[in-house]
Antibody, heavy 121, light 107 residues
Framework: EVQLVESGGGLVQPGGSLRLSCAASGFTFSSDSMNWVRQAPGKGLEWVSY????????LYADSVKGRFAISRDNAKNSLFLQMNSLRAEDTATYYCAKDVCSSTTCYGTHWGQGTLVTVSS | DIQMTQSPSSLSATVGDRVTITCRAS??????LNWYQQKPGKAPKLLIY???NLQSGVPSRFSGSGSGTDFSLTINSLQPEDFATYYCQQSYSTPPTFGQGTKVEVK
């Protein structure tokens, strides 16, 4: 059974940093691309970042480009999101999501339970 | 970025109803449209991928259709566990973008 468990969220001051983790199990982690998707309180879903299985491709939403960095450790079945220069508008529940990809598209088949990041002084 | 617009934003329905949610893309996305269900305090759950393919384990009362810019999700015979918020998402281009959501509430 696929399991994704996020951790690392919490309260941080504006301008601060936080590192989120996502522990994966139940599938061949290194074979699958992964994403971070966030949801501000009471709002909709916003894609944040993507990383390919080999880490050769990393993509970011414009809203986080230059501040956030996605990475993975395939030996430890773990996904990370390093968040720097945090702003109030980064306050959200952050989900990691596992992709399934065909030759033409990818979509998130499994999601973790999320970890809440609150940016406030 | 491709904008995704869902309608309605919310709807009230009764168990047994047939419910249809529409999703419009700001440009042609072929059939690269996915649907997610989210219940309060829970993670989104994939229902349908690439317009009309039912994710494993999803009841057959859910169906999707469309192509190009106009898509729909239909729930035949709404069940109590279907009251939730539904999101469409395009996976045609980066960044993948979501609709604003449609909340299906009890009438």
């Amino acid at each position: 059974e696929v399991q994704l468990v996020e951790s690392g969220g919490g309260l941080v001051q504006p301008g601060g940093s936080l590192r989120l983790s996502c522990a994966a199990s139940g599938f061949t982690f290194s074979s699958d691309s992964m994403n971070w998707v966030r949801q501000a309180p009471g709002k909709g879903l916003e894609w944040v970042s993507y990383i390919s299985g080999s880490s050769s491709i990393k993509l970011y939403a414009d809203s986080v480009k230059g501040r956030f960095a996605i990475s993975r450790d395939n030996a430890k079945n773990s996904l990370f999101l390093q968040m720097n220069s945090l702003r109030a508008e980064d306050t959200a529940t952050y989900y990691c999501a596992k992709d399934v990809c065909s030759s033409t598209t990818c979509y998130g088949t499994h999601w973790g339970q999320g970890t809440l990041v609150t940016v406030s002084s | 970025d491709i904008q995704m617009t869902q309608s309605p934003s919310s709807l009230s329905a009764t168990v047994g109803d047939r419910v249809t949610i529409t999703c419009r893309a700001s440009q042609n996305i072929n059939t690269y449209l996915n649907w997610y269900q989210q219940k309060p305090g829970k993670a989104p759950k994939l229902l349908i991928y690439v317009t009309s393919n039912l994710q494993s384990g999803v009841p057959s009362r859910f169906s999707g259709s469309g192509s190009g810019t106009d898509f729909s999700l239909t729930i035949n015979s709404l069940q109590p566990e279907d009251f939730a918020t539904y999101y469409c998402q395009q996976s045609y281009s980066t960044p993948p973008t979501f609709g604003q959501g449609t909340k299906v509430e009890v009438k």
